[in-house]
């Protein structure tokens, strides 16, 4: 068990670029989520996939993010036309969602610097 | 909604010293509670959790017991090391929300030697 992979861990992209990230859970994980967190504060909830299905959006992924798991295994985080607001850490996580109060572990996250 | 609220830091303590941070939350449900550390540089770690009402999670030292009368979830330790130097951060997850994890805006923690 290797532990959530992200890659790349670090991106610096000029304003108006597009930027994908990609997430490798813990495998046999059903659960996968993502967060963004930036500097002194919290990670604050994205959106979340069971297997390939996208469950839940929230209102702060504005319709220039988009994700995806394709096969229910590795997911993406596409950020069209970034902005230097984008800048952040994106952080993805997994759980097994067999009972509930699951720990759920996070990668290392992937630092976006938006120029 | 579901939210979580503790102290805000910095907070400098010299080693040896006793470390306490308080955390409240606010739930519809019935929410698990959780400490994460996050080191510099470095991903979120669990550091304990509590799933049910006077619970007490523990881990490398440090203690926390799940208040439901009080809603809190207070992190302590008796006495602290340089090596504790992070920011934590208390969070929730409400089996009613599909276990998604709320986030305090973290607290970070100096040891000075």
């Known amino acids: 068990d290797t532990g959530v992979s992200q890659d790349p861990r670090h991106k610096i992209t000029k304003r108006g670029q597009n930027v994908t990230f990609r997430c490798d859970p813990i495998s046999e994980h059903n659960r996968l989520y993502w967060y963004r967190q930036t500097l002194g504060q919290g990670p604050e909830f994205l959106t979340y996939?069971?297997?390939?299905?996208?469950?839940?959006k929230s209102r702060l992924l504005s319709d220039r993010f988009s994700a995806e798991r394709p096969k229910g295994s590795f997911s993406t985080l596409e950020i069209q036309r970034t902005e230097q607001g984008d800048s952040a850490m994106y952080l993805c996580?997994?759980?097994?969602?067999?009972?509930?109060?699951?720990?759920?572990?996070f990668g290392e996250g992937s630092w976006l610097t938006v120029v | 909604g579901d939210s979580v609220t503790q102290m805000e830091g910095p907070v400098t303590l010299s080693e040896e010293a006793f470390l306490t941070i308080n955390c409240t939350y606010t739930a519809t449900g019935y929410p698990s509670l959780f400490w994460y550390v996050q080191y510099p540089g470095e991903g979120l770690q669990l550091l304990l959790k509590?799933?049910?009402?006077?619970d007490k999670g523990s881990n490398k030292g440090f203690e926390a017991t799940y208040r439901k009368e009080t809603t809190s979830f207070h992190l302590e330790k008796g006495s602290v090391q340089v090596s504790d130097s992070a920011v934590y951060f208390c969070a929730l997850s409400d089996r009613d929300r599909d276990d998604k994890i709320i986030f305090g805006k973290g607290t970070r923690l100096h040891i000075l030697p």
């Open positions: 996939f069971q297997n390939e299905a996208q469950l839940e």
């Open positions: 996580a997994s759980s097994p969602r067999l009972l509930s109060g699951n720990t759920i572990y």
């Open positions: 509590a799933t049910k009402a006077d």
